[in-house]
Every structure is written in structure tokens, then in C-alpha cells.
């Protein structure tokens, strides 16, 4: 059984930083593209960045890049997102996803088979 756990929420003022973390069982973590997405009250999903830790292969959203970085632990079969200069328009509830797939991708969020529950990120101004 595939399992996703999400965890590292919380609330933070404007500039500061989070990190969240994804453990992931039951799957070939190496070659599966494991993703952020996040969804905030009356928005659609939003891809937030992806990752395959076998080739290092990596893509973020424009609305993150250069704050985020995401990262993968082989040994410990975690996904990492690190948050830097959070700002509200952040907020959001943050979800792992995985995917059997050698790219890494954000496109087409209904393709990740496999979801964490969601955390829980507030950004006060």
C-alpha cells in the first residue's frame, strides 16, 4: 500500500521561513516524481514543485521560484520543501503527491495517483 504523509505546517509571518516533509512508503521512491501542490480557499490546485530523485530532475512554479526549494532523502524515502521569504498570497493547504515517472512535472495535478493528506500553511501579513 502506497502511503504519502505530510507534515511541517504551521503559521508564520511574512518573510520567515517553513519547511514541510513528505514520507512516502510503498513505492519505487527513486524513479517516482514526487510533487507539492497546494490550494487555497476558492482557488484551484496549484503545482508548487516537483522532483525525481534518480536523475535530480527538477521544476518549480514561477510563483516560487528562487523561494522554494524542494528537495529528496534516497535513505529516507522523504521529500523535503524548504520555504524561504513566505508571503500571504503563500497560504494555502499544502499537499505531497507522487507518480510512477522519470520527469518531474506540474502539469496535470489529476495524474498523481498518490496523495498525502494536507498541511496547513497561514502567512500572516
Known amino acids: 500500500e502506497v502511503q504519502l504523509q505530510a507534515s511541517g505546517g504551521g503559521l508564520v509571518q511574512a518573510g520567515g521561513s517553513l519547511r514541510l516533509s513528505c514520507a512516502v512508503s510503498?513505492?519505487?521512491?527513486?524513479?517516482?516524481?514526487i510533487a507539492w501542490f497546494r490550494q487555497a480557499p476558492g482557488k484551484e490546485r496549484e503545482g508548487v514543485a516537483c522532483?525525481?530523485?534518480?536523475?535530480?530532475?527538477?521544476v518549480y512554479s514561477d510563483s516560487v521560484k528562487g523561494r522554494f526549494t524542494i528537495a529528496s532523502d534516497n535513505a529516507k524515502n522523504t521529500a523535503s520543501l524548504q520555504m524561504n521569504g513566505l508571503k500571504p498570497e503563500d497560504t494555502a493547504v499544502y499537499y505531497c503527491a507522487a507518480k510512477l515517472n522519470i520527469r518531474a512535472s506540474l502539469s496535470n495535478w489529476d495524474t498523481y495517483g498518490y496523495w498525502g493528506q494536507g498541511t496547513q500553511v497561514t502567512v500572516s501579513s
Open positions: 510503498g513505492l519505487t521512491f527513486g524513479n517516482s516524481a
Open positions: 522532483i525525481v530523485s534518480d536523475n535530480d530532475d527538477t
